[in-house]
């Protein structure tokens, strides 16, 4: 079994139910995607910016981060929002969902330094096509980038 100890606490927790449960894969994805919020009109309206648009990511997803205070100091807390405009994006809306979920809301350098390798392949198999596994894991690179530039960058200004 893979080492998910990397991985912050709600994260972590998910990656490993899927790792202990392949047969369920599919039936958990799709009730992950069936709670994916699409990106609220007051982050940003369509036509969506090109900058929060993921690359290689046959869904054409986007990604939006909104800084929140952090009462114990340091780099702020983050709100990751998505847009999935492929309405048969089941898998990029079910990766939004649970990365909203489980990353939303923890400071910039938690998220900054987690690994993002794992994360596609525990929960969709190691046999997504290459087209299909390059989008989505550049969803995961890209809110990891965000958080890096709130922990590390130019964007840290909270």
């Known amino acids: 079994m893979n080492d998910f100890s990397r991985y912050p606490e709600g994260l972590r927790e998910v990656l490993e139910a ?25 982050i940003a309206q369509r036509p969506y910016p090109q900058a929060n648009q993921v690359p290689h990511c046959e869904s054409d997803a986007y990604v939006f ?44 350098d938690v998220i900054a330094t987690m690994p993002i390798e794992d994360i596609v392949p525990t929960l969709f198999g190691r046999n ?11 969803i995961a690179a890209v809110v990891k980038r965000l958080a890096q530039r709130y922990a590390y960058g130019s964007a840290r200004t909270a």
Do not use: C
């Not at 202990?20 to 990106?39: C, G």
């Not at 983050?78 to 939004?96: D, M, T, W």
């Not at 979920?101 to 923890?106: M, V």
């Not at 997504?128 to 550049?138: A, E, R, T």
């Open 65 to 108: 981060v909104e800084p929140l205070p952090n009462d114990a100091g340091g780099p702020p807390r983050l709100k990751f929002y998505f847009a999935v405009e492929n309405p048969f994006g089941v898998s990029a809306r079910a990766l939004s969902a649970i990365l909203d979920a489980t990353l939303s809301g923890l400071p910039a």
């Open 128 to 138: 997504i096509s290459m087209g299909k596994g390059q989008g989505l894991l550049s």
């Open 18 to 42: 899927f790792a202990a449960n392949p047969a369920d894969r599919n039936q958990m994805l799709i009730a992950y995607s069936d709670q994916f919020v699409e990106v609220p009109a007051h």
